[in-house]
C-alpha cells in the first residue's frame, strides 16, 4: 500500500494517465467524499468506463483493489475532514470573493497540512543517511531554480553559519561549474518540486558524474531528478490555480532542509557552537536596539 495521500496520488499521476484512467481519477478529485462511498460498478459507470479500467487503476497505485483503493480514500478523506474543521475552511480554492480572513484560514490549513504530510512520510533512514554525508562533506552545492532556488539560498546560507563548505548561485553556468568541481566525499543537493526542472536535473548530473553524492528534494519519487539522484528525500504539498506562486511546495521544502540543518547541528553540536556564536555576533550590532513606546489614542485611530 502507498505511503502518501490518496488525494495526493492522484494529483500526481494525473498528467501521465490515459484518457480513460484520467475521467477516474478527475471524478475522484471532485468528489472524493461521495466517490469513496460508492461501489466499483457504480464508479465505473459515473466515470463511463469498465470495472476492470478501475480495479487495474487502484492496483497502478499500489493497492491490491479498489476495496483497499475505497478504503483508504475513505480514511484518508475523513483525516481532511477534520483538519478542515480546525480551521474552519471547506478545502476548496480560494474563492474570487473570499475575505481576508477566508485567505488566512485557508493558507494556514493547506500549509500546516503541507508541513504535517511531509514530516509524517519523511523516510528517518534516507534523512539520517543525507545528514551523515552533510556532516563531513568537503563541498556542498545547492542546486534550485524559481521558488526552488529561494528554499536552495535558504540551506546554503544556514551551512555556511556552521562554517560548511556550501554553494549555491542564481546563474546556471555558475552552477554547472560549481557542480564540476564535486568530489568523492562532496554533495550535490537538486530541489524541485516537480522533479522535471532541466536546469536542476543538469546539474545535479555533472556533480554526481564528478564524484559527489546528489541527494533530490523533490514532491515525484519517479521524477527524472529523483531517479538520477543517490538520495530521494520527498516532500507532500498540493498546489491549486496559484501553482505560479509555488505555496505549499516552498513550505514543504523549508520543512524538509530546516530538518537536515536542525539534524547537522545537533549531531556537531561542539563543533558548530563557536561557529554558530560568532555568526550571530557578527550581525548582532545591525539591528536598532529595541524600546518600548505606547502608541497614541489617535495614532491607533489611524
Known sequence: MPDEDVVQSLRRVLPNLSAAEARVAETMLADPEGTAALTITELAQRCGVSQATVARFAQSLGY?????????????????????????????????????????????????????????HLDAETVETTVSALAKATRIDVVGSGSSGLVAADLQMKMQRVDAPSHHFADHHLTMASAALQRPGGVIIGISHSGQTRETIEAIAVGQKAGGTAIGITSDPESELALTCDLVLRTRSREDEYRSAAMSSRIAQLAVIDILFAAVVQRQMPVVSESLRLTYESVKGRRIPHTRRRRSYDAGKR
Open 64 to 120: 491490491a483493489g479498489y476495496r483497499d483503493f475505497r478504503l483508504e480514500l475513505a480514511t484518508s478523506t475523513s483525516r481532511e475532514y477534520v483538519r478542515r474543521e480546525r480551521f474552519s475552511v471547506d478545502g476548496g480554492p480560494i474563492a474570487t470573493d473570499a475575505s481576508v480572513s477566508d485567505i488566512i484560514a485557508t493558507i494556514g490549513y493547506r500549509e500546516s497540512m503541507t508541513i504535517e504530510e511531509t514530516a509524517k
